[in-house]
């Protein structure tokens, strides 16, 4: 399914998430993407996770928040952003599922739930999975692109809506919640010995607490399974394009290419690959680089050669890592974006960096 | 150790790691990502979860690494405390799964608690943990608090108290943190480290500032004896190094204003990938810029 344009791409998927590591310039990227759809007519909103300040400022999206804030600019279509509230958007869902006010209310009070919308890891992921598939749903967009957590593991994100019906699937939930049914009688007595034990360990009020959530949870399981599968097979067809943002750094490549390594065994579609930071390219090889260094060593301009040697050693190296990362994923697109430097915290070089996107191709 | 995702938090605890054990000290490097991402710059390969020597100097200095996963430190902790039989079938039920989340925080704590425990039973002189990236950070090393308020008594207190009673103790334990000299880098260590001080009383250190690009004064670059094509290349790159070395010493200086630390410099090498000789390089700028600190010196 590969794309041989990033134009391509931004103009005809309805759903881009962009993932990689931490530090590699993932939101900017994402931002970036949506700026592009927008500039092509298109209605795009940009779904981002904790990004920097300047930027978020330069967004207009400095709070929180669950709507989409309209961000006016010389595009011909939409361009909106909105900074992920992971424990709204849970609530909300909760809210969604829920056969009454007043399990809402419960639920949203149990110390247990607010464990799982506040601090567990995941949650992040999953909230941005399910803010993606609330928006692709609504119809108001043509382009959903989302940024995800910084993660290690890029199953995080794709594991996330499964993140709760994972604990629903645990045996001990069934036992928990179903207290004196009598073929269950003799199976409970051994959960209870288990549920002393651990409340030993915890505390009696951490397991009240999960046992309460549990049973609060009754008759919203299917709802939210049903969901979790209907965002997993959005995450895996073909509006779908998954966008792995790297830099040439040597470590942060190295879990670049574990995440698409992850990327392809879940068979997902890993369309283009976007590597930030690249050093500009040089006519002269890295081995003339050094000659040059040598030569000019007691000119005025020994400053300068030994800048180009430098920057030839660094290019050369980034390439070759580039091309190992290259090796996971034959079919993708990949776009090179120059070394910034500044960083980008405005809307004028967010367009720079989109305009670099659409101009790239096979 | 802690800092950003993506600006060499991991080679720098690798390189004090070396620096420490060249000065005769016994180190243990403790990473808690899973993976071992320092062996490689050891020229090892990683060794699973066992601890394992990559250095080793005739004179006493030597360099342990070893992993904690926060689930294997949950599984030992729960074994060791009354669930010897079925901490392994907890695991697999996904109970374990549910005690976690009944009790966030408990993995953090416990991975804190392991290092804890090898403070005083390892004959290790320095400890250097390689912490989870920068928001994780905070959160991990908010953990042991957050339990003990949670759990008032028990075991579980017991143990959150032991490892705050490390944390706090500035003699005992440190924050180094780590960025690189660009913007948005150099906020985040601003803020991290204001958090790691007031929200969790850890201590800090000195920060380490990676990839420092060396200084030249002089970048004049003229067209003697090149072709056009080379002569290009050379006032590009002069231009660039020129404005790179700007930008660096705007954010080395905006640094030393907002956040009074002492500063251990990194040079940014020019290499494919860190092996043992660029982290001897490293290690070697590592104790040359730490003489150079009245403070710490």
Same mark, same amino acid.
């Given at each position: 399914?590969?794309?041989?344009?990033?134009?391509?791409?931004?103009?005809?998927?309805?759903?881009?998430?962009?993932?990689?590591?931490?530090?590699?310039? &993932?939101?900017?990227?994402?931002?970036?993407?949506?700026?592009?759809?927008?500039?092509?007519?298109?209605?795009?909103?940009?779904?981002?996770?904790?990004?920097? &300040?300047?930027?978020?400022?330069?967004?207009?999206?400095?709070?929180?928040?669950?709507?989409?804030?309209?961000?006016?600019?010389?595009?011909?279509?939409?361009?909106?952003?909105?900074?992920?509230?992971?424990k709204e958007t849970f609530d909300d869902v909760v809210r969604h599922h829920s056969t009454s006010d007043k399990q809402v209310e419960q639920i949203l009070a149990n110390r247990f739930y607010r464990n799982i919308s506040e601090t567990l890891s995941g949650t992040q992921d999953?909230?941005?999975?399910? &803010?993606?598939?609330?928006?692709?749903?609504s119809g108001e967009w043509d382009l959903v692109v989302v940024d995800t957590p910084p993660t290690r593991d890029a199953l995080a994100f794709l594991e996330a809506p499964k993140l709760l019906t994972r604990l629903l699937d645990n045996p001990i939930y069934k036992l928990l919640i179903s207290p004196s049914q009598g073929l269950l009688r003799a199976v409970n007595r051994a959960a209870g010995a288990v549920v002393r034990q651990l409340s030993q360990v915890v505390g009696a009020e951490v397991v009240d607490d999960a046992i309460e959530f549990f049973q609060l949870f009754q008759g919203m399981e299917d709802g939210f399974r049903e969901r979790a599968e209907t965002t997993l097979a959005l995450l895996s067809a073909d509006p779908t394009a998954f966008v792995l943002v790297a830099s040439p750094r040597a470590d942060t490549l190295a879990e670049a290419k574990f995440f698409l390594d992850r990327l392809g065994q879940a068979d997902l579609d890993a369309a283009a690959v976007i590597v930030n930071r690249m050093l500009p390219a040089l006519?002269?090889?890295?081995?003339?680089?050094?000659?040059?260094?040598?030569?000019?060593?007691?000119?005025?301009?020994?400053?300068?050669?030994?800048?180009?040697?430098?920057?030839?050693?660094?290019?050369?190296?980034?390439?070759?890592?580039?091309?190992?990362?290259?090796?996971?994923?034959?079919?993708?697109?990949?776009?090179?974006?120059?070394?910034?430097?500044?960083?980008?915290?405005?809307?004028?070089?967010?367009?720079?960096?989109?305009?670099?996107?659409l101009a790239a191709n096979d | 150790m802690a800092g950003k995702g993506g600006v060499g938090k991991t080679t720098a605890s690798a390189t004090l790691a070396l620096a420490a054990a060249q000065t005769g000290r016994s180190v243990l490097l403790v990473e808690v990502a899973g993976r071992s991402?320092?062996?490689?710059?050891?020229?090892?390969?990683? $060794?699973?979860?066992?601890?394992?020597?990559?250095?080793?100097?005739?004179?006493?200095?030597?360099?342990?690494?070893?992993?904690?996963?926060?689930?294997?430190?949950?599984?030992?902790?729960?074994?060791?405390?009354?669930?010897a039989r079925i901490a392994k079938r907890m695991a697999k039920s996904g109970l374990l799964e549910i005690v976690a989340t009944a009790?966030?925080?408990? *993995?953090?704590?416990?991975?804190?608690?392991?290092?804890?425990?090898?403070? +005083? $039973?390892?004959?290790?002189?320095?400890?250097?943990?390689?912490?989870?990236? +920068?928001?994780?950070?905070? $959160?991990?090393? $908010?953990?042991?608090?957050?339990? *003990?308020?949670?759990?008032r008594t028990g075991v579980l207190n017991r143990q959150a108290v032991e490892v705050l009673e490390m944390l706090e103790d500035p003699s005992r334990c440190r924050a180094i943190?780590?960025?690189?000299?660009?913007? =948005?880098?150099?906020?985040?260590? =601003?803020e991290t480290a204001f958090a790691v001080e007031d929200e969790v009383g850890l201590a800090l250190g000195p920060v380490v500032i990676n990839g420092i690009l060396p200084p030249i004064d002089d970048l004049t670059a003229n067209e003697t004896e090149l072709s056009p094509a080379e002569y290009h290349?050379?006032?590009?790159?002069?231009?660039?190094?020129? +404005?790179?070395?700007?930008?660096?010493? =705007?954010q080395l200086a905006r640094l030393q204003q907002e956040l009074p630390l002492a500063q251990i410099r990194l040079p940014q090498l020019f290499t494919t990938a860190i092996g043992p000789d660029e982290l001897h390089v490293l290690a070697q700028a590592a104790v040359t810029s730490i003489e150079a600190l009245e403070e710490w010196a």
């Open positions: 399914m590969g794309v041989n344009s990033y134009r391509t791409l931004a103009a005809e998927r309805s759903v881009i998430v962009c993932c990689g590591t931490g530090g590699v310039g &993932k939101t900017t990227t994402a931002a970036a993407t949506a700026m592009a759809a927008a500039a092509m007519g298109r209605r795009a909103v940009v779904v981002t996770i904790d990004p920097a &300040k300047r930027l978020a400022d330069a967004l207009g999206i400095a709070a929180l928040s669950n709507d989409p804030t309209i961000i006016e600019g010389p595009w011909n279509g939409t361009l909106a952003a909105l900074m992920l509230d992971t999953y909230m941005a999975v399910e &803010k993606l598939a609330e928006l692709h749903a006519t002269v090889s890295t081995a003339r680089a050094s000659e040059i260094r040598d030569e000019l060593l007691d000119t005025p301009s020994a400053g300068a050669a030994t800048a180009l040697a430098d920057h030839a050693a660094a290019a050369a190296g980034d390439e070759e890592r580039v091309g190992e990362l290259l090796e996971s994923a034959p079919d993708a697109l990949v776009v090179r974006v120059p070394l910034l430097t500044s960083d980008v915290h405005d809307v004028e070089t967010l367009q720079q960096i989109a305009d670099l996107l | 991402a320092t062996a490689p710059m050891f020229g090892t390969e990683p $060794q699973g979860y066992e601890e394992t020597t990559v250095y080793d100097e005739a004179d006493g200095g030597s360099v342990q690494i070893r992993s904690i996963t926060p689930d294997a430190a949950l599984v030992e902790w729960l074994s060791s405390h009354g669930f009790t966030p925080g408990i *993995k953090d704590l416990l991975v804190l608690g392991r290092v804890k425990a090898l403070e +005083s $039973q390892s004959e290790a002189d320095l400890i250097i943990v390689d912490a989870p990236a +920068s928001g994780h950070a905070i $959160q991990f090393l $908010q953990a042991p608090a957050g339990v *003990k308020e949670a759990a943190l780590v960025s690189i000299p660009e913007e =948005t880098p150099i906020n985040e260590l =601003t290349d050379l006032a590009m790159a002069a231009a660039l190094r020129r +404005s790179r070395l700007d930008l660096q010493a =705007t």
